[in-house]
């Protein structure tokens, strides 16, 4: 009788996703619709509603920053 059969190997690797989601604060109050980081950002993220800086998407953000150096009022917060 062989054991071998006995022993079923369970190589069950469960990969934990990790989705960076990114936080994107926006102080309106300094925002003067430069449109800065509307045109910087890659990945589309911002759009201007009544000229100030809105966020469209979080989710497509990819934590660059790009929009955190570029706005000359230092509005943006990404975390
Ligand atoms: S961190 Fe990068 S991807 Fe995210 S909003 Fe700013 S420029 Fe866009
Ligand atoms: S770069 Fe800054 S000031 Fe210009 S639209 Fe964006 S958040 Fe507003």
């Known amino acids: 009788m062989g054991l ?8 069950k ?3 934990e996703e990790k989705v ?3 936080h994107i604060d926006i ?3 300094s ?7 509307v045109v ?3 990945n589309n993220v911002f759009m201007l509603v009544d000229e100030t800086c ?7 953000c990819r934590n660059c920053k790009v929009c955190m ?11």
Request: hydrophobic share 20%; net charge negative; proline share 2%.
């Open 27 to 29: 102080d309106i109050g």
């Open 69 to 79: 150096a570029i706005c000359p009022n230092d509005c943006i917060t990404v975390n």
């Open 40 to 42: 910087a950002c890659s």
């Open 13 to 15: 690797d469960k990969k």
């Open 20 to 22: 960076d989601e990114s």
């Open 31 to 37: 925002c003067d619709g430069c449109e800065k980081c």
């Open 54 to 60: 809105s966020v469209r998407d979080h989710q497509v």
């Open 4 to 11: 071998g059969s006995l022993f079923k190997r369970n190589k």
